[in-house]
């Protein structure tokens, strides 16, 4: 079992910045895939950026140049930074932790908000 609190998530102006942090506690394997996924109202959930053990990262297209996500594996952490935010980013992120074997773990979700 894995959990994850995500923590950062609020309301911000558009053109602003907000840092989303995940941390991950339980029976944690280094290899799993972290990620990042959004759900604004009345569409289905998206991935916006994902990053394996070693770094590697892929990004939705709507985000690349903008968001950037790290990850803190002695901390078992995941950020994901975003910048120059627009109403259209609006939802609630959730964080992932998955992988082979591993089974898909996602935390409670944390709001973001951009006002126009």
């Known amino acids: 079992q894995v959990q994850l609190v995500e923590s950062g998530g609020g309301l911000v102006q558009a053109g602003g910045s907000l840092r989303l942090s995940c941390a991950a506690s339980g029976s944690i394997f280094g290899w799993a895939v972290m990620g990042w996924y959004r759900q604004a109202p009345g569409k289905p959930r998206e991935s916006v950026a994902t990053?394996?053990?070693?770094?590697?990262?892929n990004y939705a297209d709507s985000v690349t140049g903008r968001f950037t996500i790290s990850r803190d594996n002695a901390n078992n952490t995941v950020y994901l930074q975003m910048n120059s935010l627009n109403p259209e980013d609006t939802g609630v992120y959730f964080c992932?932790?998955?992988?082979?074997?591993?089974?898909?773990?996602w935390g409670q979700g944390t709001q973001v908000s951009v006002s126009s």
């Open positions: 990053i394996t053990r070693g770094g590697s990262t």
């Open positions: 992932r932790y998955f992988g082979a074997g591993l089974g898909d773990s």
